[in-house]
């Protein structure tokens, strides 16, 4: 199999490909304790600053979508990640990569889009960098954005203890099939936005409220399903989710349905789960709730010990099924 | 190899005809079911309709069963 | 979801499970040949919830699994034709040939595309003049239907550089083989819903009529899958055996006759290769006399190897239900849907792949 010497696009999809790549070249060279455990960002203190770091790249196509475009996607996407950390993002860099030959009019609304969005997160770009290269070396526009902010409290993906409360913000699925019903010629017309938005206000309102929040995660790529199965991993415990809780959009399901994926893979960017202790869960959802990000909050499931590292599902109709993790990219199907 | 999926008919253009499934939308070719009318259900199966969904059928199906088992809809 | 979500309601699957808990007494077998229904199966959880008497186990109804490597093979040779575009259902991707896969050979460069129906190859045959677009045509008779008015359509629209490879098989003569082999003692078949809103009802009646097997032709959702159960169960209580009509929303008695009339119009029945099951006698569908200028591997002087399988695969024993994936030395430990060995692992209704995804590989 030549799989095993080219890398493919399922290295990018974020399910179990990314992870054996991350497991086998790069932990390997990268020793660090702190990278080791494989947040959303690195955490660490200085002179007594307790800080978090984070880099994400975005090469999203179309680079246009309903409910934003490649620059929004690239502030909010770090913000979020700093956000998981139970940080306040404060100080963003970003780093373009142009194509010859774009249009100034895409950029400068992509830039816009940049602007506006760190100014509704409440952050400041501070540092940048600018490359061009010539046509065809790559596609349109490619943007890397890097991001500190000050650690409120220490949440972590190890930190999920037996019982707490998952909580998810809102709907899931809305970004991708928004992304996919505009990229892939599938002729598929679907009236959902993506969700891209900035959490870090909804991670502070929950964050001062209560002590009992243990884990934060944006389930990005590979979907809450993927999400949910690095933090049984990352924590060593099990997680039992009940589908009939889980919130999706109708226009999302039938979307999915002639696709042939399933709503729990498929990308969000403007959701989080929260691992909360069973008594706080209560507060937390009253303060989710009366937050535009959070409106359609909901408990979808527990932690348990059992079994280890899996995730368990609840069906529709009262049966149980394993939910695993993301196999390689997910390809629209017939069968 | 057989994900078919009920669809709504919204509009028939020739051959084609747009198809709604819980406000998703795709194009379907009818060519397998050209006497499909609007607001009548096909059975979706990659990107043609296959078959009209006969509505009588199903809701008797679901009637006798709800009977069965004394459920209220 | 209109006729979906009915069909999903607990307190139907509840009455249901409770009926056949009821009638369940001795231990039956009976057999699905639908990736679909295989998939369901897990994905509902309904496999633990029928009594321990009910032994639902799985045929060759995934026809990514049942395509034999050679037309994989053959697909590849293809693509690595100067300006060949590669069409194909997204399903096909990750199978392995008997070197390399299709996803592997598009990071290589090749020009492989994926595409949702048939008839995009069409639009990219249009787009692409200057090049040859071959479209890797594989399923059940669900498919065959819209891959023949896809080879009208390029026959009315003059669209002279499309071609394909027909790898399309029919399933009642599986059906006959398995039972001919008699290696499953089966007390009834659960029948494709989906081919058969094609075929109807009639092709299956040999099978009660010769075998004394009940059958019933199923939907797709928790309710449709139990009630078919059910009508089984039933059927043995009174000593009957015939071919009901489960999945009467969608099937009728003669299926749908217009679709019939476009695959006898652009193809003929052929002797075919079943990965797993060898040669069964008049169970593919090949371009017919009049369409032969379409056939892909003729135009590009490409021919079929041998069909080899990998070692220690046990795909075949397992299509043929005579072995469940964890009783394969490779499963789950050389064979994972990450690192396929065999098809049934990465097809995404593969028995094993099945298996794996919602028991995490656990061993027998």
Request: charged fraction near 25%; aromatic fraction near 6%; proline fraction near 5%.
């Amino acid at each position: 199999m030549t799989s095993g010497e080219r890398i493919l696009l399922a290295h990018g999809a974020g399910g179990k490909l990314t992870r054996r790549l991350i497991e086998k070249d790069i932990l390997t060279r990268f020793m660090s304790p702190i990278l080791k455990r494989l947040d959303d960002g690195a955490v660490f203190t200085i002179e007594n600053l307790k800080l978090a770091y984070s880099t994400d790249s975005f090469v999203v196509d179309p680079i246009f979508f309903r409910g934003g475009d490649i620059g929004k996607l690239a502030i909010n996407g770090t913000v979020n990640d700093i956000a998981m950390c139970g940080a306040v993002p404060i100080y963003l860099t970003t780093s373009l990569i142009i194509e010859e030959g774009f249009q100034l009019e895409d950029l400068r609304r992509i830039l816009n889009s940049m602007q506006d969005a760190a100014d509704e997160a409440n952050v400041e770009v501070v540092a940048g960098d600018t490359k061009v290269v010539s046509a065809g070396s790559a596609d349109k526009i490619f943007i890397n954005t890097s991001g500190i902010g000050i650690v409120e409290k220490e949440v972590s993906g190890s930190n999920a203890k037996i019982g707490d409360k998952i909580i998810i913000s809102g709907f899931i699925g809305d970004h991708g099939i928004a992304i996919l019903s505009e990229r892939e010629g599938l002729d598929l017309k679907v009236p959902v936005y993506s969700d891209c938005s900035p959490l870090n206000g909804l991670v502070s309102s929950i964050l001062c409220a209560t002590e009992g929040i243990h884990v934060l995660r944006d389930p990005t790529r590979g979907g809450l399903a993927t999400t949910l199965n690095e933090i049984a991993l990352q924590s060593d415990v099990g997680i039992r989710i009940d589908e009939g809780m889980i919130p999706v959009r109708d226009a999302v399901r039938g979307a999915c349905e002639i696709l042939g994926l399933d709503p729990l893979y498929v990308a969000n960017e403007g959701k989080m789960v929260i691992f909360v202790s069973p008594l706080d869960a209560p507060r937390v959802l009253e303060i989710m709730r009366k937050n535009k990000n959070g409106a359609d909050a909901r408990v979808i499931g527990e932690v348990i010990a059992e079994p280890r590292g899996m995730v368990l599902m609840r069906t529709r109709i009262g049966g149980e099924r394993i939910v695993d993790m993301l196999e390689g990219e997910q390809l629209p199907r017939i069968c | 190899m057989c994900l078919g999926i009920p669809a709504r008919i919204l509009k028939l253009e020739g051959e084609l005809a747009e198809v709604e499934i819980g406000g998703a939308m795709r194009k379907a070719n009818i060519q397998l079911v050209p006497d499909a009318k609007v607001g009548e259900y096909v059975l979706l199966h990659a990107g043609f309709a296959i078959q009209k969904l006969d509505e009588k059928e199903a809701l008797e199906t679901l009637k006798l069963l709800e009977e069965l088992y004394e459920i209220r809809r | 979801m209109k006729f979906v979500d009915e069909f999903q309601d607990p307190r139907l699957v509840k009455g249901l499970l409770q009926e056949i808990g009821a009638l369940a007494e001795r231990r039956v077998t009976f057999m699905e040949v639908c990736g679909t229904h295989t998939m369901a199966l897990f994905k509902y959880g309904i496999r633990e919830m029928l009594p321990n008497p009910v032994n639902i186990i799985s045929g060759p109804g995934c026809p990514v699994c049942v395509t034999p490597t050679n037309v994989l093979d053959a697909a590849m040779d293809a693509v690595h034709k100067k300006n060949v575009i590669l069409a194909t259902f997204g399903d096909m991707m990750r199978v392995p040939g008997s070197s390399s896969s299709l996803e592997a050979e598009k990071a290589l460069r090749s020009d492989v595309r994926v595409v949702y129906s048939a008839m995009d190859s069409l639009g990219i045959a249009e787009s692409n003049p200057d090049k040859e677009v071959v479209f890797l045509g594989v399923g059940f008779e669900t498919t065959s239907p819209s891959i023949a008015c896809t080879v009208l359509g390029a026959a009315r629209k003059g669209i002279e550089n499309f071609k394909l490879i027909a790898a399309h098989k029919l399933i009642p003569p599986a059906m006959k083989a398995l039972l001919e082999a008699g290696e499953v003692q089966l007390d009834g078949f659960i029948c494709p819903g989906h081919v058969s809103t094609i075929i109807g009802s009639e092709p299956y009646e040999f099978i009660p009529k010769k075998y004394g097997i009940p059958c019933v032709i199923s939907g797709f959702e928790p309710v449709d899958m139990l009630q078919s159960v059910l009508i089984l169960l039933r059927q043995i209580d009174e000593g009957k055996s015939k071919v009901e009509v489960q999945y009467s929303r969608s099937v009728k008695p003669d299926g749908n006759p217009i679709a019939k009339r476009f695959i006898s119009e652009v193809f003929e029945t052929v002797d075919s290769y079943w990965r797993g099951l060898g040669e069964i006698p008049a169970s593919g569908l090949a371009l017919n006399e009049r369409f032969r200028e379409y056939d892909a591997l003729k135009y590009l002087g490409i021919g079929l190897k041998e069909p080899a399988e990998p070692p220690g695969c046990m795909c075949g024993e397992i299509l043929r239900g005579v072995r469940s994936p964890p009783e394969c030395s490779l499963y789950g430990l050389m064979c994972t849907p990450e690192r396929p060995v065999g098809p049934c692992m990465v097809s995404s209704e593969g028995t094993c792949s099945a298996y794996y995804r919602y028991t995490r590989g656990a061993r027998a």
